[in-house]
């Protein structure tokens, strides 16, 4: 069994910074064949904001290019998204998504972050 857990959520100013972490137990993250961020925001779809591969290949979604960045650490089997620049359409509830296979995935809990001044 896999339990991811995302931390590192909050308030913060326009423009202000925060790095969400999700951290997992179970198996090991360097398994895993992709790793994804996705947000939700009240009302709105769950939304793919950012993944990367085994091979480290990352991708993005238009309105993040430039601010957010995906990095894993296999070691600590972490997942990591350092979000600058924020702004106040990027509030939403944010979830990690592991994937080791086909129907082999697993979500975190969820962190809310909240940009308003």
């Known amino acids: 069994q896999v339990q991811l857990v995302e931390s590192g959520g909050g308030l913060v100013q326009p423009g202000g910074s925060l790095r969400l972490s999700c951290a997992a137990s179970?198996?090991?993250?360097?398994?895993?064949?992709?790793m994804e961020w996705y947000r939700q925001a009240p009302g709105k779809q769950r939304e793919l904001v950012a993944a990367i591969t085994s091979g480290g290949t990352t991708s993005y979604v238009d309105s993040v290019k430039g601010r957010f960045t995906i990095s894993r650490e296999d070691a600590k089997n972490t997942l990591y998204l350092q979000m600058n620049s924020l702004k106040p359409e990027d509030t939403a509830v944010y979830y990690c998504n592991v994937q080791f296979g086909f129907r082999d995935l697993y979500w975190g809990q969820g962190t809310q972050v909240t940009v308003s001044s």
């Open positions: 179970g198996r090991f993250f360097k398994n895993a064949v992709v």
